[in-house]
């Protein structure tokens, strides 16, 4: 019996777009297992979704690491420890509000992916969705997306795995766009992690020699 592909999802926040992967699982759109969400805050409700459906979760908070006087690279590499116990196929940073280091990216070469609300080089960090709908507004820009990338040290960089364009309705609200913005999102993390893993079935030794 092949064994079904380890996925691991790092959140920070609501978690909708776990919810998607957990969804996608269930109703056997994707053939994969979640073995671990991980959130760097006690309060993301992500973590209730996947205690819903009996995901093991694994809250590791940045600030005692901070108050100890410890690194981010310490605090990376003890969590790369972690998740390296689960011998993940995949990680998936999905609303993960915490640039990871090489530190962990070397321990998972290929295998983190980011869900980014822009294009690549547009609108790389934090509120990406709001400036770029302000930015249209001023005329600066006709159209905005969304991109899963592979994730780099360097913020919402990396080479792109799927993106989609994603153009302004005129007269639409912030509120209404984000809602169209955090549904396409839904669709594309689905989309991307069943493409890694496609590709991984391509080249099994990827996906077996953990
Ligand atoms: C998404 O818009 C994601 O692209 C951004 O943070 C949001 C996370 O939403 N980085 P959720 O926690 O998955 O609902």
């Not at 600030?63 to 390296?84: C, F, N, T, V």
């Not at 820009?141 to 364009?165: F, K, L, S």
Request: charge should be negative; charged fraction near 20%; proline fraction near 5%.
């Amino acid at each position: 019996m092949q064994e079904k592909p380890r996925l691991i999802v790092l959140i920070s926040g609501s978690g909708s777009n776990l919810q998607a992967l957990i969804d996608a699982v269930q109703d056997g759109i994707m053939d994969a297992e979640i073995a671990l969400v991980v959130s760097n805050r006690r309060t993301a409700y992500g973590l209730q979704r996947a205690d819903q459906v009996g995901i093991e979760t694994f809250y590791f908070p940045f600030k005692p690491y901070r108050i100890a006087g410890q690194s981010r690279e310490q605090y990376d590499a003890d969590l790369a420890m972690k998740l390296g116990e689960y011998k993940p196929h995949l990680i998936i940073l999905a609303g993960w509000m915490h640039v990871l280091s090489s530190t962990f990216l070397n321990q998972f070469p290929g295998q983190v992916i980011n869900l980014h609300p822009a294009l690549p080089g547009q609108f790389d960090g934090v509120g990406a969705i709001q400036r770029a709908y302000e930015a249209y507004q001023t005329g600066e820009v006709d159209h905005t997306g969304i991109m899963v990338h592979y994730a780099v040290p360097e913020v919402d960089a990396g080479p792109v795995v799927v993106q989609r364009t994603m153009h302004f309705l005129e007269g639409e609200s912030l509120e209404d766009f984000e809602m169209r913005m955090h549904t396409a999102e839904h669709g594309l993390i689905v989309e991307a992690t069943q493409c890694v893993l496609d590709a991984g079935r391509i080249y099994p030794r990827s996906l077996e020699e953990k």
